[in-house]
């Protein structure tokens, strides 16, 4: 057997195991989360450090969120402290529980959110989304919003390369990406973290809040909301 037959069929196992304990749910059952004329936007944190920078941006991005609709309602996770073993491991790991939320039909937006490490985005989050390799059988994100936000030490300190990182994996689930909007309108939201505090950097802040915005207006409509 080759090793890409081997790797293929472990991860085919893996979503087998999904799909058996119900956790990648079919597009359908959207339709039966309109019905209740709410939708969960998620953010989820790739930071190691609880409650900090990056939760903190995040928290801003579902403020924002929330506030477009009273049809909107947020959830924050954050990742720190979790454990995720490769792709293909048959140990258990905190990624099962997690794809339950991922792909309840409720949700119609996810956000990522990461600390800049190398200007690229945490270990954590890499190793939280390599599971996702899951979600390309039935693509079970399909058609859910999709947004990031990084967040630096530096001003410039490879914010856009993060998101982008983490944007090849949101466009392989076949998600609707999209970037802050009015009045920022770039590539996802990027802050600059000045003393553990990102609150003073005004316009990381701003694209915070654009992008909340954008990725509620965008999930309500999708689902044919207001
Ligand atoms: C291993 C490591 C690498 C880092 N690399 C960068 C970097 O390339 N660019 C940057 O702007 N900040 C860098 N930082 C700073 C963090 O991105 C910054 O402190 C961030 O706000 C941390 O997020 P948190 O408060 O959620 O932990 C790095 C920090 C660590 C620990």
Not at 74 to 88: H, N, Y
Request: hydrophobic share 45%; net charge positive; with cysteine.
């Amino acid at each position: 057997m080759t090793d890409s037959s081997c790797s293929r069929r472990r991860v085919l196992s893996a979503a087998g195991a999904a799909l058996a304990a119900g956790t990648l749910a079919s597009g359908a059952s959207a339709q039966d989360a309109a019905k209740d004329d709410k939708i969960k936007i998620l953010a989820i944190s790739g930071s190691a450090r609880k409650g900090k920078t990056t939760a903190a941006g995040l928290q801003a991005v579902l403020e924002a969120a929330k506030a477009v609709s009273p049809a909107v309602e947020v959830e924050l996770i954050e990742l720190s402290g979790m454990k995720f073993e490769p792709p293909g491991s048959k140990a258990a790991d905190d990624f099962e529980a997690l794809a339950a939320k991922l792909t309840d039909p409720k949700v119609a937006g996810i956000v990522l959110g990461s600390p800049t490490y190398f200007a690229n985005m945490s270990g954590l989050m890499k190793s939280f989304l390599d599971k996702w390799t899951v979600f390309r059988k039935g693509f079970a994100l399909k058609d859910k919003v999709a947004a990031s936000l990084a967040v630096g030490g530096a001003r410039n300190g490879g914010q856009e390369l993060v998101n982008e990182s983490m944007k090849w994996v949101l466009m392989s689930m076949q998600m609707v990406l999209v970037g802050d909007g009015e009045p920022t309108v770039h590539r996802g939201a990027t802050l600059w973290n000045q003393k553990d505090d990102v609150t003073a950097d005004e316009w990381g802040m701003g694209t915070a809040t654009a992008l909340g915005t954008r990725v509620a207006q965008t999930a309500l409509k999708i689902r044919g909301l207001k």
